[in-house]
């Protein structure tokens, strides 16, 4: 069970939008930065979004995150079979001391 | 600019290893690292973090088993795994911490697997 709450999967057609959810609590989301990360098949995570909304250099401006009070959400436009992934939502936990990441949705596009 | 683990394979429950992770093309001794793992199939355990100044933190899960430790002059990372369990196999990965201390992970290496099995 993990301590952020993320759907398993959604799906979408392409070219078409995806959100994808991840729920905490006051001690983790809600007092603290968001980052998402993309996982795709065989390789490494990846960081899509970090500070709830930043993007690294080399992420397209089609990820896009937000954050509202415990939760936040990753957002994908103009789908790609490319992006077909497991995607993670992650924080600090202060009442846990600890890195904490949600269970992962896998994106399937169709 | 990468990060690549080592050390990783079998081990019987209770069971020691080390795992190292050897860092390059950026400064290393400026920046946070952490070991993030994963089992077969699920998501991502963070399971500890260095800072700058060598201040180590852990999970509860692995607290008291795993110690983490870094060289800097060797631009090395290094997670001494102790007592290990069969629920400690997994893929390890080294990983860089983005903003000092800001708990998000921008660099991964490719993972080393280790496998808790008699």
């Not at chain 1, 078409?16 to 968001?34: D, L």
């Not at chain 1, 936990?93 to 890195?99: T, V």
């Not at chain 2, 430790?69 to 983005?98: I, P």
Request: overall charge neutral; aromatic content about 10%; some cysteine.
């Amino acid at each position: 069970q993990s301590v952020l709450t993320q759907p398993p999967s959604v799906s979408a057609a392409p070219g078409q939008k995806v959100t994808i959810s991840c729920s905490g609590s006051s001690s983790n989301i809600g007092n603290n930065y968001v980052s998402w990360y993309q996982q795709l098949p065989g390789t490494a995570p990846k960081l899509l979004i970090y500070d709830n909304y930043k993007r690294p250099s080399g992420i397209p401006d089609r990820f896009s995150g937000s954050k509202s009070g415990t939760s936040a959400t990753l957002g994908i436009t103009g789908l790609q079979t490319g992006d077909e992934a497991d995607y993670y939502c992650g924080t600090w936990d202060g009442s846990l001391r600890a890195a904490v990441f949600g269970g992962g949705t896998q994106l399937t596009v169709l | 600019v990468q990060l690549v683990e080592s050390g990783g394979g079998l081990v019987q429950p209770g069971g020691s290893l080390r795992l190292s992770c050897a860092a390059s093309g950026f400064t290393f001794s400026s920046y946070d690292m952490h070991w993030v793992r994963q089992s077969a199939g699920k998501g991502l355990e963070w399971v500890s973090g260095i800072g700058t100044a060598g201040d180590t933190y852990y999970p509860g899960s692995v607290k008291g088993r795993f110690a983490i430790s870094r060289e800097n002059a060797k631009k090395s990372l290094f997670l001494q795994m102790d007592s290990l369990r069969a629920g400690d196999t997994a893929v390890y990965y080294c990983a860089r911490d983005g903003g000092s201390g800001e708990w998000y992970f921008d660099l991964w290496g490719r993972g080393t697997l280790v496998t808790v099995s008699s």
